[in-house]
């Protein structure tokens, strides 16, 4: 954390690294069928988040995957709905509208959200 705040003071580009091996793509792990998370999240063997960076440093990051978990992505990200929703995205909306026909429940790059 102190070297953070050095950065932050020196006004460098900083940013912080963490590598997890704690999501389902470990052999022999559940691979829980009917999640709203992308099939190719679900089975990435490392979980990496890196925070804070400029977008040309981001975008380096996302081209590791092709997935980004929703409660850990950037505020602006290109390609959010592919990234987070993947082939899932069409029927958690149909779900969407089905339990929230008026709209009421959002959030910035939810199911349903139509900001890019």
């Not at 932050?8 to 940013?15: D, L, Q």
């Not at 981001?58 to 081209?63: I, L, N, R, T, W």
């Not at 959010?80 to 959002?106: E, N």
């Amino acid at each position: 954390l102190a070297s953070m705040k050095e950065c932050v003071t020196a006004s460098s580009v900083c940013t912080q690294n963490q590598i997890y091996q704690d999501i389902t793509g470990n052999v022999g792990a559940t691979q829980a069928a009917g999640t709203a998370i992308s099939d190719n999240f679900r089975t990435a063997l490392y979980h990496v988040v890196f925070t804070p960076a400029p977008p040309s440093v981001a975008d380096a990051y996302y081209q590791l995957g092709s997935n980004s978990y929703f409660s850990e992505s950037a505020y602006e990200m290109s390609g959010w709905q592919d990234r987070y929703w993947g082939d899932h995205a069409d029927t958690l909306l149909s779900i969407k509208q089905r339990w929230d026909p008026s709209g009421v429940f959002g959030c910035r790059h939810c199911v349903g959200d139509t900001s890019s």
